[in-house]
Structures are given as structure tokens and as C-alpha cells.
């Protein structure tokens, strides 16, 4: 089955990215888009989920995998947090 991986910016991973920026320093990236694309571009979308996941009945889980970089991020900041006692 296929599977989402969360990840850094800076660390691509296979696929096709699903958060893209839109705007950067309070300024569009791209012109936007009009409702008829944005309807075609959710449909699409949806189709590319597996068929399970498109039903009104529950589905198994969906994969979702955190990256070798984000875990070490984490672990790395984990490490240096200081927790109040008391």
C-alpha cells in the first residue's frame, strides 16, 4: 500500500510533494486559481486516494511515515529540553 512521508524542507523525498508554498515575505507564489480548477484539482485528488479511503464505511489506517531527518530533529531537540520540576 501506498504511504505519506512527513518531512523536512530541505530533505526531498520520493512522490509527489502535497504541501507546496504558497506565498513567501506576505506575497503570492502564483497567480490563483479559479473554482473550476480548484474543483478539478480536488477531484483528481481524490481519485488518487486508495479506494478504501474513498468510502463512507471505516477504512484500515493509512500509512503515514515520518523521516529519517524529522526523527533525528526531534530526537535532537528532545534531548535538549529542560523540563520543570514540580
Do not use: F, H, N, W
Not at 11 to 20: A, I, R, W, Y
Not at 78 to 83: I, K, P
Amino acid at each position: 500500500m501506498l504511504a505519506d512521508c512527513v518531512s523536512l524542507a530541505d530533505d526531498p523525498q520520493p512522490g509527489q510533494e502535497l504541501l507546496v508554498p504558497m506565498m513567501r515575505d506576505g506575497r503570492r507564489l502564483a497567480s490563483p486559481i479559479t473554482l473550476r480548477e480548484l474543483r478539478t484539482r480536488t477531484g483528481q485528488g481524490v481519485e488518487q486516494l486508495p479506494r478504501p479511503l474513498r468510502a463512507l464505511t471505516p477504512a484500515p489506517p493509512y500509512e503515514v511515515q515520518i523521516s529519517k531527518s524529522l526523527r533525528e530533529l526531534a530526537q535532537s531537540l528532545d534531548s535538549r529540553a529542560v523540563v520543570p520540576i514540580g
